[in-house]
């Protein structure tokens, strides 16, 4: 679907993309880094609000290089003997992290937007794996499916015990806003900030994910060093839930 409000980003992130180009070829000396790429860049482009939203090598965002960040520096660990249930894998950096794992299933409700080998249709509403994986990825997942309290109950079912779910949404400072798929797109674009989210999250989706038997820590971007933070251009909140090893019935 096509508004105004998605034309204004996209041409914000092409003329900031075109010009750090313009910058490089002119001797702009590249003094920033991307952890996704491991390139050095004159800058990051636009998105929307965020002025320094994109690497104009690969495209990373910042929730991207984040993850990169953190898997680098031991933060996070790829378990690479277990399982890893990727949803929406659209980030090429972490396609080539998670698939370092055993057994890698990258998976989307529509496997068929993705260029990545062995792409899986899952259905999160439908889940019904039990103790299958060591490893839940979902980046900007959350906000689109129609339950996510039954959602993040199946991501629980579906880890190990010890096992992790990494979630990472978009926020506001508002608690958590919900709608639904009977809401016509302009109104959810205009409620929600895109048109195919029935939910605008705040802080208290950690209530949520609590709400379902994980234990959780949060890891923000605004924690790290300023100057690291800084020349990554480093943005966003991981919500890193754990599956307790010992699980009562629920």
């Known amino acids: 679907m096509i508004t105004f409000q998605r034309v204004a980003k996209a041409a914000g992130k092409h003329l ?8 490089r070829a002119l001797g702009a000396r590249a003094n920033r880094g991307c952890p996704a790429c491991g390139q050095a860049v004159v800058g990051f482009f636009r998105y929307g609000d965020n002025a320094e939203w994109g690497c104009p090598n690969c495209g990373a965002s910042p929730r991207e ?7 680098a520096g031991h933060v996070l660990t ?17 396609v080539r992290r998670f698939s370092t794992a055993a057994d890698y299933t990258p998976a989307d409700l529509d496997p068929g937007r993705y260029h990545v080998p062995n792409m899986q249709r899952v259905d999160l509403m439908a889940l ?8 839940f ?18 991501i629980h079912r579906a880890l190990k015990p010890g096992g992790e779910a990494w979630l990472i949404v978009p926020l506001w400072d ?8 009977d809401m ?26 609590r709400g379902a038997g994980f ?17 990554y251009a480093l943005d966003d909140r991981l919500f890193r839930a754990r599956k307790p090893l010992a699980t009562g019935a629920r």
């Open 16 to 23: 900031t993309r075109s010009l750090l180009a313009v910058r």
């Open 65 to 71: 290089r984040l993850m990169n960040h953190l898997i």
């Open 78 to 94: 790829v378990p690479e003997q277990g399982a890893v249930l990727h949803m929406a894998p659209n980030e090429g950096s972490l």
């Open 128 to 135: 019904d794996a039990s103790d299958r994986y060591d490893l």
């Open 137 to 154: 990825y979902a980046s900007h997942v959350m906000e689109h499916v129609p339950d996510d309290h039954a959602v993040l109950r199946n």
């Open 174 to 181: 508002r608690p958590t806003e919900d709608g639904s798929f």
């Open 184 to 209: 016509p797109p302009r109104e959810r674009e205009r409620r929600f900030g895109q048109w195919d989210h029935v939910r605008q999250y705040g802080l208290d989706f950690a209530d949520r994910i």
């Open 215 to 231: 234990d959780l820590e949060e890891i923000d971007a605004s924690a790290i060093d300023a100057d690291t933070r800084h020349f």
